[in-house]
């Protein structure tokens, strides 16, 4: 393996395959990871990776670039026309910045409302296992898009490995009226399926929720509420990052939040929210310094200057 050869994969990735730029660079690091701990066990003696150049820098300015962020005018409106079992879906990703397979697969035992925390450790995905395929028509969708919903452990991260979620006090309610309105749906351990009373569920109550009843009923929202642009559920995450983020919360108790490992990526996504954190500190220190200046210098000090 070569670098040449790394450098005709990602352009086959993104020329050929049409895959986002974002996509073929986090695959590539991916790759890039593998021969780093190959390297570091003595498997091979060379890393092809580190000649390389993949733009990871100029993806993540792109990024930036095309993050949009919803109103909370428009949020509201949104969620005014949701069927009432879903409503809640909004605030847990705007309230508490969840992405959505987070959300569908938020249960009532995460929350520990005394300390206002929402403990994130699973996700609705389509990766399950298929059972086992008895007709033609089986057989054929065992694969890619036929892959079965399930409900796992987070993706990237051991089974015990969740993050810890401040609940605003405002949301904490929203979900008390929510499970008294309309209850929870068990799910018992099995194929696909971790236990527990889960918030959502699909329509007729029989399955978990998936996404494309939240696809479909997001974009029914959206148009009853007069809404015309372009609004991804995604974005109330956006909307929840930046929200914080512009009011002084640190950027690392934000990655720890978001789920992100790297605080790099979350200041990089969100700097430009943060135009006044310069002046912030500025103000910061400003007055620490202010303050020292009229502080009498300790006794220990002082006697450090006498004897000298």
Same mark, same amino acid.
């Given at each position: 393996?070569? /670098? %040449? +050869?790394?450098?005709?994969?990602? %352009?086959?990735? &993104? @020329?050929?395959?049409? #895959? =986002?730029?974002?996509?073929?660079?986090?695959? #590539?690091? *991916?790759?890039?990871g593998v021969f780093s701990f190959a390297v570091a066990n =003595? #498997?091979?003696?060379?890393?092809?990776?580190?000649?390389? !150049?993949t733009g990871r820098q100029r993806v993540k300015r792109r990024v930036k670039k095309t993050i949009r962020l919803p109103t909370l005018a428009e949020i509201e409106a949104i969620e005014r026309h949701l069927p009432g079992p879903y409503?809640?879906?909004v605030w847990l990703m705007a309230g508490c910045g969840l992405r959505i397979g987070e959300a569908c697969a938020v249960t009532l035992q995460q929350f520990?409302?005394?300390?206002g925390t929402l403990y994130v450790d699973r996700q609705v995905t389509q990766d399950g296992e298929n059972e086992e395929p008895k007709t033609a028509v089986q057989k054929a969708i065992t694969k890619g898009g036929g892959r079965a919903h399930c409900i796992?452990?987070?993706?990237?991260?051991?089974?015990? =490995?969740? !993050?810890?979620? /401040?609940?605003?006090? *405002?949301?904490?309610?929203?979900?008390?009226?929510h499970v008294r309105l309309y209850g929870t749906f068990r799910v018992e351990e099995g194929l696909n399926r971790l236990e527990g009373n889960y918030l959502f569920s699909n329509i007729g109550r029989t399955n978990i929720l998936m996404y494309?009843?939240?696809?479909?009923?997001?974009?029914?929202? %959206?148009?009853?509420?007069?809404?015309?642009?372009?609004?991804?559920?995604?974005?109330?995450?956006?909307?929840?990052?930046?929200?914080?983020?512009?009011?002084?919360?640190?950027?690392?108790?934000?990655?720890?939040? $978001? @789920?992100?490992?790297? /605080?790099?990526?979350?200041?990089? *996504? #969100?700097? +430009?929210?943060m135009p006044?954190?310069? =002046?912030?500190? !500025?103000?910061?220190? @400003?007055? &620490?310094?202010?303050?020292? *200046?009229? $502080?009498?210098l300790p006794l220990e000090f002082e006697a450090v200057v006498e004897a000298a």
């Open positions: 393996m070569k /670098p %040449k +050869h790394l450098n005709a994969w990602l %352009k086959w990735m &993104v @020329g050929e395959r049409g #895959y =986002e730029e974002s996509t073929a660079i986090n695959r #590539y690091e *991916t790759l890039a =003595e #498997y091979i003696t060379r890393n092809p990776c580190q000649h390389v !150049r409503k809640l879906l520990d409302f005394e300390s796992r452990h987070l993706k990237w991260r051991d089974l015990d =490995e969740g !993050r810890a979620v /401040p609940v605003p006090s *405002t949301i904490a309610a929203k979900v008390q009226e494309s009843l939240v696809d479909r009923l997001w974009r029914n929202a %959206k148009k009853a509420a007069g809404i015309s642009r372009r609004i991804t559920t995604h974005w109330l995450r956006h909307f929840f990052a930046s929200a914080d983020l512009s009011k002084g919360v640190p950027v690392t108790d934000m990655a720890e939040w $978001l @789920g992100q490992r790297d /605080p790099r990526i979350t200041h990089q *996504t #969100y700097a +430009h929210v006044d954190a310069p =002046e912030r500190l !500025r103000s910061l220190m @400003g007055a &620490v310094f202010m303050m020292q *200046t009229e $502080l009498d």
